[in-house]
């Protein structure tokens, strides 16, 4: 079992940079793939990033690539979500998954589904 725990938001203006992360506890972090979700107000949760077991696989939706960096650190048992050039748009609580297994793809790593354990989530507000 992996406990995730989130930290970094916070509010800040358009075009500044804030650096998410999300710590797990438990064992064998390193053979789960994680990802990052966000959720808006009256909107479903949206897939933001994910990182493969070694950190050598990523994926980003369109809208935060060239702009959010996704990356792991296994000794420590972390992830972090670089946000650069913040837009309003990216208002929302941002989410920490992990999905146990070294399977990597796209076909499944955006759908929230896919992924078994959950962080509590931390708010992330940019003002215009």
């Known amino acids: 079992q992996v406990q995730l725990v989130e930290s970094g938001g916070g509010l800040v203006q358009a075009g500044d940079s804030l650096r998410l992360s999300c710590a797990a506890s438990g064992r064998s972090f390193s053979t789960y793939s994680m990802g990052w979700f966000r959720q808006a107000p009256g909107k479903e949760r949206e897939f933001v990033a994910a990182i493969s077991v070694s950190g050598g696989s990523t994926g980003y939706v369109d809208s935060v690539k060239g702009r959010f960096t996704i990356s792991r650190d296994n000794g420590k048992k972390m992830v972090y979500l670089q946000m650069n050039s913040l837009k309003p748009e990216d208002t929302a609580v941002y989410y920490c998954?992990?999905?146990?297994?070294?399977?990597?793809?796209?076909?499944?790593?955006?759908?929230?589904?896919?992924?078994?354990?959950w962080g509590q989530g931390t708010q992330v507000t940019v003002s215009s």
């Open positions: 998954a992990a999905r146990s297994g070294t399977y990597f793809s796209a076909s499944w790593y955006a759908s929230p589904g896919s992924y078994t354990y």
